[in-house]
């Protein structure tokens, strides 16, 4: 079946450090892939997504590489901000045309000046 | 503003009671789905719609219902509330093939 192993938090970082989040995942075929953001007290926002090996998907700074021979899509920022402060979602979309999504536990990012 | 719109934004209520989520997709998505958000269990998918049909189901409680009007708004009906029920509870919308588009959600607390 379809599932995301997403790194467990929380991450806590100063100001300007650099930031990654492991994502792998399992499926059948070659899903399309998505991080997720949540900044307290909101919904979920697409942060980035990639639908095919070796597609680099990039946002405000953030990027992540579709690696089918791991089956990762490791989240990377060179240099983190307050304002980056959240929970990340990794996710998957199955293949099947019922486009749903399955989603990692989130991890939580607190990034101190 | 996302586009998807959910009411109420919260939602206090009694156990054993019901209560009804509304959720207006973005204009133009067909399909909407309905995310259960919890501390214990993460994001749980619920239930999809698209285009008014039922098209696939997750973890959704028998307690627990949907439907998609024809305008393409949906609703979550909740019943026989249970202390454990109490979660944020997000819809999201969107347009096959593409990621999805999530409403604020509406926390739900059963006392």
């Known amino acids: 079946g379809n599932s995301v192993t997403q790194m467990e938090g929380p991450v806590t970082l100063s100001e300007e450090a650099f930031l990654t989040i492991n994502c792998t995942y399992t499926?059948?075929?070659?899903?399309?892939l998505f991080w997720y953001v949540q900044y307290p007290g909101e919904g979920l926002q697409l942060l980035l997504k990639?639908?095919?090996?070796?597609d680099k998907g990039s946002n405000k700074g953030f990027e992540a590489t579709y690696r089918k021979e791991t089956t990762s899509f490791h989240l990377e920022k060179g240099s983190v901000q307050v304002s980056d402060s959240a929970v990340y979602f990794c996710?998957?979309?199955?293949?099947?045309?019922?486009?749903?999504?399955?989603f990692g536990t989130g991890t939580r990012l607190t990034v101190i000046p | 503003d996302s586009g998807v719109t959910q009411t109420p934004k919260h939602l206090i209520t009694a156990t054993g009671q019901r209560v009804t989520l509304r959720c207006s997709p973005r204009?133009?998505?067909?399909?909407v789905y309905w995310y259960q958000q919890s501390l214990d269990q993460g994001l749980q998918f619920l239930i999809q719609?698209?285009?008014?049909?039922?098209?696939a189901k997750g973890n959704i409680l028998e307690r627990f219902s949907a439907q998609q009007f024809p305008d393409l708004h949906s609703e979550l009906n909740l019943s026989s509330l249970e202390l454990g029920d109490s979660a944020l509870y997000f819809c999201?919308?969107?347009?096959?093939?593409?990621?999805?588009?999530f409403g604020s959600g509406t926390r739900l607390t059963v006392v």
């Open positions: 999201a919308s969107s347009a096959l093939p593409g990621g999805y588009t």
């Open positions: 499926a059948t075929g070659y899903p399309s």
């Open positions: 990639a639908t095919k090996a070796d």
């Open positions: 996710a998957l979309s199955d293949l099947d045309g019922a486009n749903n999504l399955f």
């Open positions: 204009s133009g998505d067909l399909s």
């Open positions: 719609y698209y285009n008014g049909e039922e098209r």
